[in-house]
């Protein structure tokens, strides 16, 4: 029953903001380290941001730095992605992942996902 669950994602227009939502069912996903990936047809699946659970030590791809946030509630049970001035380009299914700890931003190096909320930008 241990699963990862988004949500938030949908139509916006370019320069518009979006806040994405991944809750952790179960206590091992609480202490887990989890970042966000998306995908865009045709494309592999990228990475786009990922914070640690010790130290809430962020990352990001360069692609979105500046423009996206990641963060966690206090209670550390839910993380989320902030996405500001959206781009055409920032159409892609969002995908939610987990790792027992951090050690890069590779898709081989995450063991746990959700199932993706679309996130479409018109342009």
């Known amino acids: 029953q241990v699963q990862l669950v988004e949500s938030g994602g949908g139509l916006v227009r370019a320069g518009g903001s979006l806040r994405l939502s991944c809750a952790a069912s179960?206590?091992?996903?609480?202490?887990?380290?989890k970042g966000w990936f998306r995908q865009a047809p045709g494309k592999e699946r990228e990475f786009v941001a990922a914070?640690?659970?010790?130290?809430?030590?962020?990352y990001y791809a360069d692609s979105v730095k500046g423009r996206f946030t990641i963060s966690r509630d206090n209670d550390k049970s839910a993380v989320y992605l902030q996405m500001n001035s959206l781009k055409p380009e920032d159409t892609a299914v969002y995908y939610c992942?987990?790792?027992?700890?951090?050690?890069?931003?590779?898709?081989?190096?995450?063991?746990?996902w959700g199932q993706g909320t679309q996130v479409t930008v018109s342009s």
């Open positions: 914070i640690t659970w010790q130290d809430d030590k962020t």
């Open positions: 179960g206590r091992t996903f609480t202490t887990f380290d």
């Open positions: 992942a987990a790792v027992r700890f951090y050690s890069g931003s590779s898709r081989q190096n995450w063991d746990y």
